[in-house]
C-alpha cells in the first residue's frame, strides 16, 4: 500500500488550503484514513479521521476550520483546510490502517507553511 500527500504550500493566514492524499489500492479495503502533522521541534499529533463507514473526527483546536472527506472512486482523502494560522504550520502526513492486515501504513508527507 503507498499513500501518496499533495497540495501542501505556502499560505496567509486566513488562507485556505485542500490536502490529497490517493491510496495505492482500494479505499474501502481500509479501516480509515487518518491525517496527522507534525509542527516544527514538535511532537506528530491527529488531526483528523474517517472511517470506513465514513464517521469522522476532527481535532477538537481545528474543528470548524478544517473538514475531511473522501472520494471512494478516486481513492482520495481530502482535508479541507480554511481561516489557515500560523500554529497549523506542520509537515502534513496521512496515514491508514489495512483491514485485512491491521497494518498501518504512512504518506510522506506535505509541507503546510502559514505566515503572519
Known amino acids: 500500500v503507498q499513500l501518496q500527500a499533495s497540495g501542501g504550500g505556502l499560505v496567509q493566514a486566513g488562507g485556505s488550503l485542500r490536502l490529497s492524499c490517493e491510496t495505492s489500492?482500494?479505499?474501502?479495503?481500509?479501516?480509515?484514513m487518518t491525517w496527522y502533522r507534525q509542527p516544527p521541534g514538535k511532537q506528530r499529533e491527529f488531526v483528523a479521521t474517517?472511517?470506513?463507514?465514513?464517521?469522522?473526527k476532527i481535532l477538537d483546536s481545528v474543528t470548524g476550520r478544517f473538514a475531511i472527506s473522501r472520494d471512494d472512486s478516486k481513492n482520495m482523502v481530502y482535508l479541507e483546510m480554511n481561516n489557515l494560522q500560523p500554529e497549523d504550520t506542520a509537515v502534513y502526513f496521512c496515514?491508514?490502517?489495512?483491514?485485512?492486515?491491521?497494518?498501518?501504513?504512512w504518506g510522506q508527507g506535505t509541507q503546510v507553511t502559514v505566515s503572519s
Open positions: 474517517i472511517t470506513r463507514s465514513g464517521r469522522t
Open positions: 489500492v482500494n479505499i474501502l479495503r481500509m479501516n480509515y
Open positions: 496515514n491508514t490502517e489495512l483491514s485485512r492486515t491491521g497494518a498501518q501504513y
